[in-house]
């Protein structure tokens, strides 16, 4: 399940043999991807990424050793592949 904060990004969690795994997807990844401030247009972007950002989550919690992860706009190295 994903939810929205509305104004920070959106939180989703990763169920992992290890547990739960809560994932925080700043805003600025998204609209680093190509959305706009607006919800429908945060939720498409967020629909079109997530493999990728699930798989960099599980990197992150991982290498951090932490259940909690934030992807903020400097995470999405793919962004720059989009040109």
Same mark, same amino acid.
């Given at each position: 399940?994903?939810?929205? =904060? ?8 990763? %169920?992992?043999?290890?547990? %739960?795994i809560?994932?925080?997807?700043? @805003?600025?990844?998204?609209? @680093? ?16 990424h997530?493999? %990728? ?6 990197? @992150? ?21 989009? =040109?």
């Amino acid at each position: 399940m994903t939810t929205g =904060s509305g104004t920070k990004g959106f939180t989703t969690s990763i %169920r992992t043999a290890g547990g %739960r795994i809560m994932v925080h997807i700043d @805003k600025a990844a998204l609209i @680093k991807l190509g959305a706009v401030d607006e919800i429908g247009s945060l939720l498409h972007t967020l629909d079109v990424h997530m493999p %990728r950002f699930h798989a960099l989550a599980l990197q @992150k919690a991982h290498r951090e050793g932490r259940n909690h992860v934030a992807i903020g706009g400097s995470d999405v190295w793919w962004a720059d592949e989009r =040109s």
